[in-house]
């Protein structure tokens, strides 16, 4: 971003798509020097992409990354929180808890 004279990802717009690229490429790698043994997490519908299926993943398709010898533990924490009621304070714990598990998250415009 700075090399683009960004300062605040708050700045970005749809017509930074490089960004889109740049995350496409670091998800790339993520999955390459962990032998592709990883999985993409799409929060809040919960769908995962696993291994070599995340090379040049579509935009907005996946938001975390994980190892996969996190995924039960991923998959309770989802369980734990899905059938609630919606509210800020258990969306904000759950987000808390799958960003201190992940890779890598995901910066999509």
Known sequence: ??????????????FDQWVNDATRKDIN???????YEVFGLEMWKWKKIRGRDLTDTLNFSVDLIFKNQDEPKVDLLI????????SMK??????????KIALMSCTWI
């Open 79 to 86: 369980q734990r929180h899905k059938g609630r009621k919606w």
């Open 29 to 35: 790698t993520v999955a390459e020097q962990h032998s």
């Open 1 to 14: 971003m700075k090399a683009h004279g960004i300062t605040n990802p708050w700045d970005l717009t749809e």
């Open 90 to 99: 258990t969306d904000k714990w759950l987000i808390d808890e799958v960003f």
